[in-house]
């Protein structure tokens, strides 16, 4: 593993793996528990059931509400309703990437590509720049989208229908793009094990008008002061481990495309979006910028991007891990391969420290707060509720 | 303010396309209807010397150059409809184990590209006020029972609407939540493109009419 080492526990908490946990340089095998929430009731207190399948809810997850009425005291959260059992073992990688790209769906550029560069690692396959150009501009199309996606879901349950809109035409004329761009409208198939095969003809002036379109909706949003309201001071949370956009809005300069630079973000002249207000706010502020600053990535990337077919590496043993900064946050892959076929798979997904983060900042909240707070975080139940085997 | 996103929205003009009574402005190349000869490549078992299958295919691109896409969006089947569905059709969203790409698909169609809303189809927050269930994801324990119940909630007449490969035969990531004598609707893709999903609701909602 040229990126990670097998150690003590020690730096930035990235999340637990189903055997491990990930801290910035570090694979612990002793995998940290998160605490229990044990809350009871007070006289006058009831718990108020919130799913798993209902209106307002993208996914299948369940809440539980303790609350007097009002006034939210603690928040229990079940993702695991719909966990699938994925079989990876015995694959080759080139098969297991079916299936990777299909754990969430939304992002299958970010946990394909992080996939990759774990195999890529553990067979020690060099991937050229321009392959890792292209791998960006997948990225940040992707994140760009993702962003959108949050920005409407967070106009929706203001009854904001306007912008709710105009974001939602956006994301699906990023989403055409997309489909443009690698041939899918979810990026599969796309990328394989040490290649990437995109067009990138017309991209530029597309992303230009995007970038113009949603710059002047999130300008506006900026001035309606009933929107900012339901936003600012809600869902509060500056402290414990955060990840991505909740980090950032924190004011914490956390992210996986300078701090593991297997991608060359460096070379593009990539800034972190930090803030200073840790609420729903905050993050609607981080990811908007993002946005931006992505779209401006990808003209910076799109000129020095390349083809490649899949590599194939006389190796056949090995194990190898690799990170990315996916739209929720870190984003870790560990695979172990033995006689060409995968052994093992482990993975981190940024949605299980962003669901601690969620819970920990709704307390004290109140009901009308919640649907904002939660889609604040961006959080993604399908690449949190999985089983590898 | 408020005027001011009024006038926003109307100066911004009218989004909607034609679709379904014209044909698609942008249909992707993947998923479209394949056409071509056989290829042994199929990781699903899609494709057959006898033909394509679509409600087994992922869209894998492997099967190229043997298969190309034909970009027709019509990759669905309707197997039988409610006619009182005609003016209003009211649908319900489950998840039962999806990736969350057919989650966001589904709810592009009411995106203002497509607007189901003008073709009389809603969405709904509880099965009690739905007309069909649009059961999108493969089988998982936990869900098993959510689905069962949101089903038997549902006032008659109703329709089950299998939305996706995973859906319909399990795909490449399980096994299908039902049997696929139990859909009246069935919409391939991995996922299916909102073209699709929109033509398909539409069929479904007429399926009926004598």
Known sequence: ?389 | MSSFWFLNGIKKGIKTEKFPSAKPEFPPDWPSGLSGTYSANCPVKAITPEGWIMEKCIFCRRCIPNMQPTKEQDIFTIKSGEDIFRKSFHVFPLDSGACGSCNIEFLSVFSPQYDANRLGIFLVNTPRHADAIVIMGVMTNGMKETLDRAYEAMPEPKLIIALGVCTITGGIMGEPPLDREKYNVEIAGCPPSPYTILAALNAAKGAGKK
């Not at chain 1, 946990?21 to 059931?49: A, C, H």
């Not at chain 1, 290649?195 to 002047?216: A, H, M, P, V």
């Not at chain 1, 920990?360 to 649907?371: A, L, P, Y």
């Open chain 1, 1 to 389: 593993m040229r990126y990670y080492k097998f150690g003590k526990p020690g730096g930035r908490l990235i999340g637990n793996t189903e055997k491990y946990t990930v801290y910035e340089n570090t694979v612990s095998e002793r995998r940290d528990k998160f605490q229990k929430l044990f809350y009871q009731n007070l006289p006058g207190e009831f718990t108020f059931s919130y799913g798993p399948a209902t209106g307002g809810l993208l996914e299948s997850v369940a809440f539980q509400i303790k609350t007097p009425g009002e006034l939210i005291k603690q928040v229990v959260v079940d993702p695991y309703f719909k966990t699938r059992t994925i079989n990876l073992t015995g694959l080759a990688p080139q098969d297991a990437l079916l299936k990777i790209e299909r754990i969430n769906g939304f992002h299958a550029a970010a946990n394909a590509i992080s996939f990759e560069m774990a195999v890529e690692d553990a067979l020690g396959i060099e991937v050229t720049d321009e392959i890792n150009y292209s791998r960006i501009v997948m990225l940040e199309l992707e994140r760009i989208r993702s962003n959108l996606e949050v920005v409407k879901r967070l106009c929706e349950p203001a009854g904001f229908g306007v912008p709710e809109n105009q974001v939602a035409h956006l994301r699906e004329e990023v989403t055409r793009l997309i489909s443009m761009v690698t041939g899918h409208r979810y990026f599969f198939s796309a990328s394989s094990i040490g290649g990437c095969l995109i067009r990138t003809s017309g991209l530029e002036e597309n992303i230009i008008k995007i970038k113009d379109q949603f710059e002047t909706l999130f300008n506006n949003l900026l001035q309606s002061k009933i929107f900012l309201n339901r936003l600012q001071n809600n869902g509060v949370i500056k402290n414990g481990p955060l990840l991505g956009p909740a980090a950032r809005a924190a004011g914490m300069i956390v992210d996986a495309r300078i701090s593991h630079p297997v991608l060359p973000y460096g070379k593009l002249g990539f800034k972190i979006a930090v803030f200073d207000e840790p609420d729903a706010f905050g993050r609607f502020y981080v990811r908007s910028q993002e946005i931006l600053n992505s779209a401006e990535l990808i003209l910076e990337a799109l000129n020095n991007c390349g083809n490649r077919d899949t590599v194939n590496s006389s190796a056949v043993n090995g194990e190898g891990a690799a990170r990315l900064e996916s739209p929720q946050g870190d984003l870790f892959y560990y695979v172990k391969i033995d006689h060409g076929v995968i052994q093992d798979v482990q993975i981190s997904s940024p949605s299980l420290l962003n669901i601690d983060a969620f819970r920990r900042s709704m307390v004290g909240n109140i009901f009308t707060d919640f649907h904002f707070n939660w889609e604040s975080f961006g959080i993604w139940i399908s690449e949190l509720a999985v089983v590898i085997k």
